[in-house]
């Protein structure tokens, strides 16, 4: 188990949910490779409405037809880690924004295996 407290970095990935990598959603990818690269962990947002760059809205409201709705993927682990895996961020977001913020980390626990 990653043990992780103190400073540390979070990187959040905003993208679109129609957002592809090799025919399969595009916050999948980072997960999975976050995950094999023995990241702390990362989860999706996935927002109801916004605008980046392309200064289009997208929105979930029911007449719209935009189904290109904002993901934010999270990822906070050591200094270290993150930036090294920056690389595979390069490769992977051709379209979006990549942020870095200083954080502290108070907790982080996980569940014990024996109470899956």
């Known amino acids: 188990m990653t043990r992780l407290t103190g400073t540390a970095l979070?990187?959040?990935?905003?993208?679109?949910?129609?957002?592809?990598?090799?025919?399969?959603?595009?916050?999948?990818?980072?997960?999975?490779?976050?995950?094999?690269?023995?990241?702390?962990?990362?989860?999706v947002f996935r927002g109801i409405e916004g605008f980046g760059a392309s200064s289009l809205i997208h929105t979930q409201r029911l007449l719209s037809l935009s189904e290109d709705l904002p993901v934010a993927i999270v990822i906070v682990d050591s200094h270290e880690r993150i930036r090294a895996f920056l690389p595979q961020l390069d490769e992977l977001v051709a379209e979006g924004l990549v942020i870095l913020d200083d954080c502290e980390v108070i907790r982080y626990v996980g569940r014990g295996r024996e109470s899956r």
């Open 10 to 43: 979070r990187v959040t990935i905003f993208i679109g949910e129609s957002d592809l990598w090799h025919h399969k959603p595009l916050y999948t990818e980072i997960v999975h490779r976050a995950h094999k690269a023995g990241l702390a962990g990362a989860s």
